[in-house]
């Protein structure tokens, strides 16, 4: 059974930082792409950031290049999303999703396991 499970969320205020997590069980982590999406209250759900399985290529959603960066360790089965200069439109629950065949690494539906998301939210 496979299971994502984040970590990390809090509540910080605006120009802070946040280091999220995201450990994996029951997958050979590896193989899989793994990407951070966010869902802000009354919006759909977004691409954030996305990382290849050797961990040596990845893309960022435009609103977040240069502030947060996305890494990985596979001996660890994790994923981390290192979030800095934080903004309040940045308040969003953030899930982290496994993809085995990515088509496009932005696309929710090339996503098949997702965990159940954690808080984050940024105050003014």
């Known amino acids: 059974q496979v299971q994502l499970v984040e970590s990390g969320g809090g509540l910080v205020q605006a120009g802070g930082s946040l280091r999220l997590s995201c450990a994996a069980s029951?997958?050979?982590?590896?193989?899989?792409?793994m990407a951070w999406f966010r869902q802000a209250p009354g919006k759909e759900r977004e691409f954030v950031a996305t990382?290849?399985?050797?961990?040596?290529?990845?893309d960022y959603h435009d609103s977040v290049k240069g502030r947060f960066t996305i890494s990985r360790d596979n001996a660890k089965n994790t994923v981390y999303l290192q979030m800095t200069s934080l903004k309040p439109e940045d308040t969003a629950d953030y899930y982290c999703?496994?993809?085995?065949?990515?088509?496009?690494?932005?696309?929710?539906?090339?996503?098949?396991?997702w965990g159940q998301g954690t808080q984050v939210t940024v105050s003014s």
């Open positions: 999703a496994a993809s085995f065949r990515t088509l496009l690494p932005t696309a929710e539906y090339d996503y098949v396991y």
């Open positions: 029951g997958l050979s982590f590896s193989m899989y792409r």
């Open positions: 990382i290849t399985g050797s961990g040596g290529s990845t």
